[in-house]
Each structure stands twice: as C-alpha cells, then as structure tokens.
T-cell receptor, first 115, second 109 residues
Framework: EAGVVQSPRYKIIEKKQPVAFWCNPI?????LYWYRQNLGQGPELLIRYENEEAVDDSQLPKDRFSAERLKGVDSTLKIQPAELGDSAVYLC?????????????FGPGTRLTVT | KNEVEQSPQNLTAQEGEFITINCSYS?????LHWLQQHPGGGIVSLFM???GKKKHGRLIATINIQEKHSSLHITASHPRDSAVYICAVYKGGSEKLVFGKGTKLTVNP
C-alpha cells in the first residue's frame, strides 16, 4: 500500500511570492489533515477535511492561506503571499475515517524556506 | 501549560544503552501515539495504544491511563535510532491529535 505522497519535498522562495503544496492521501482514506511544524515544536493542525468538506479550519490563517480538496482525494495548500514566518515543515496526513481514534498516517513533509 | 509534555527534551546515549522517553498529558484521551521523525523526513507511527503495553522489535511502549503517563523504551539502542520521538494524544471525544514537542535522541557509536 502506497503511503501519503507530498510534493515538493523542499521549496525555497522569496517573501511575498506564492507557493503551493500538494498531497495525495492513502487510497481509501477519507480524512485528510494539513499540519505546520515549526523548528523544535510539534505539528499544529491547519485544516482537516472529511471527504471534500473542510470540517476544521479554525487554525488556518485565512488572509494568506487557502486549501482545497477537490473530489475528496488529493489536496493543495497554498500560501500567498509568503512571509518569513511561514518557514516550516508542512505535513499532510490521512486516516480512514474521522470519529474515534483512527490512526493518522503522515507524509514526508514539505520543508519551506522563505528568504 | 502544554496538554502533552515530554521529557527529556534532548537525550544522548551510547550505543547499546537502554533508553526511556516519558510523556505526560493533562486531558482525557482515547488513545496515544508514539511517532518517530528523522531529520528532513516525515513522521512514522511507531505505536498507537490506549491501554497496557505494546512491543515491536526493540521498542516497547506502555501507558498508564490512571496516571496519564506513557513511556517509550528502546532496548540495545543503535545510532540509527537517532531521531525525534513525538508523543501525541487523541483528546477524548474528538478526532483532534495533540502533539508534544518531541524528544531529540542521539545515539553515539
């Protein structure tokens, strides 16, 4: 079974530029998560999708961040414009269903550096 | 105060040593994850447990629900065990996963 796929693995951009990250969850997993992980910290949830519906986006900075999960499969997270403080690892995870404690599986992450 | 606390923050060991990483939490949970993160890499789930003890190879995880405490043990540590180990809990009644800050383990040959 293929794991969670993310691309790109690394991205370096100048501030004020746009950037996009892509995630393909494990087949059959209806719940998809985007996390941001700052250096030396644990991941923090940005947004959670159940199928194509964003059910928790309370921590997503909506002035510059947007996300979509068309057709309830793969997802894109965008930042426009990027700021220096956005430098972090962006992790995608998926699980078979939400509710209860179904195990989350994580992708390799995208390390973003904003200069 | 963080809902999930790990100790120690950093740990250096010699190859072959027995290692213990601790996790305490202050909320009701339905399950607890131990995760491993290598530098530049993604996160791998080691264990998910809600009671008792689980073992996989040289790794052992235990949880005490009454004391709200879990431990991850590594026997016969090896340099390839060097990574950040993260404790995360599912808060009771929700799908939300709350993470500790991680313990950075370095095992020297």
């Amino acid at each position: 079974e293929a794991g969670v796929v993310q691309s790109p693995r690394y991205k370096i951009i100048e501030k004020k530029q746009p950037v996009a990250f892509w995630c393909n969850p494990i087949s059959g997993h209806n719940t998809l998560y985007w996390y941001r992980q700052n250096l030396g910290q644990g991941p923090e949830l940005l947004i959670r999708y159940e199928n194509e519906e964003a059910v928790d986006d309370s921590q997503l900075p909506k002035d510059r961040f947007s996300a979509e999960r068309l057709k309830g499969v793969d997802s894109t997270l965008k930042i426009q414009p990027a700021e220096l403080g956005d430098s972090a690892v962006y992790l995608c995870a998926s699980s078979r269903t939400s509710g209860g404690t179904y195990e989350q599986y994580f992708g390799p992450g995208t390390r973003l550096t904003v200069t | 105060k963080n809902e999930v606390e790990q100790s120690p923050q950093n740990l250096t060991a010699q190859e072959g040593e027995f290692i213990t990483i601790n996790c305490s939490y202050s909320v009701g949970i339905s399950a607890l994850h131990w995760l491993q993160q290598h530098p530049g890499g993604g996160i791998v789930s080691l264990f998910m447990l809600s009671s008792g003890k689980k073992k996989h190879g040289r790794l052992i995880a235990t949880i005490n629900i009454q004391e709200k405490h879990s431990s991850l043990h590594i026997t016969a540590s090896h340099p390839r065990d060097s990574a950040v180990y993260i404790c995360a809990v599912y808060k009771g009644g929700s799908e939300k996963l709350v993470f500790g800050k991680g313990t950075k383990l370095t095992v020297n040959p």
